[in-house]
C-alpha cells in the first residue's frame, strides 16, 4: 500500500500550488483522507480533512479560506489546491489515508501516510 504525493515545488508569496496524492495497493474510497505539513523541529499540524463521500470538509484555521480538498475516488486521488500561498506555508506536505470514513484531523487516527512532498514560498 502507497500513497504517493506530489505537485510541490517552489512559488512566491500570493502564488498557487496543486498538491497530488495517489493511491495504490488498495482503494481508499471508503476511508476519509487528510493532509498534514510539517516543519523542521515542528509537530506534523493539520492542514485539511475530506470524507468519504467528498461531502464534508475540515480545514485549519491557518489555510481556511486559502486551501481547498478534494477527491476522486475513481482515480483514487486525493488533491490539495492551495491559493494565496504565505511564506509560512513553507512545509513538507503529506497525505494520509485515516481508518474512519469520514475526516479526522488528528494524525493518530490515520493509518497510511505518504511520503512528503515540499512546499516553499518565498516572499
Known amino acids: 500500500v502507497q500513497l504517493q504525493a506530489s505537485g510541490g515545488g517552489l512559488v512566491q508569496a500570493g502564488g498557487s500550488l496543486r498538491l497530488s496524492c495517489a493511491a495504490s495497493g488498495r482503494t481508499f474510497s471508503r476511508n476519509g483522507m487528510g493532509w498534514f505539513r510539517q516543519t523542521p523541529g515542528k509537530e506534523r499540524e493539520f492542514v485539511a480533512t475530506i470524507s468519504w463521500t467528498g461531502g464534508s470538509t475540515t480545514y485549519a484555521n491557518s489555510v481556511k479560506g486559502r486551501f481547498t480538498i478534494s477527491r476522486d475516488n475513481a482515480k483514487n486521488a486525493v488533491y490539495l489546491q492551495m491559493d494565496s500561498l504565505k511564506p509560512e506555508d513553507t512545509a513538507v506536505y503529506y497525505c494520509?489515508?485515516?481508518?474512519?470514513?469520514?475526516?479526522?484531523?488528528?494524525?493518530?487516527?490515520?493509518?497510511?501516510w505518504g511520503q512528503g512532498t515540499l512546499v516553499t514560498v518565498s516572499s
Open positions: 494520509a489515508a485515516g481508518r474512519t470514513s469520514w475526516g479526522t484531523t488528528a494524525p493518530v487516527e490515520y493509518d497510511y
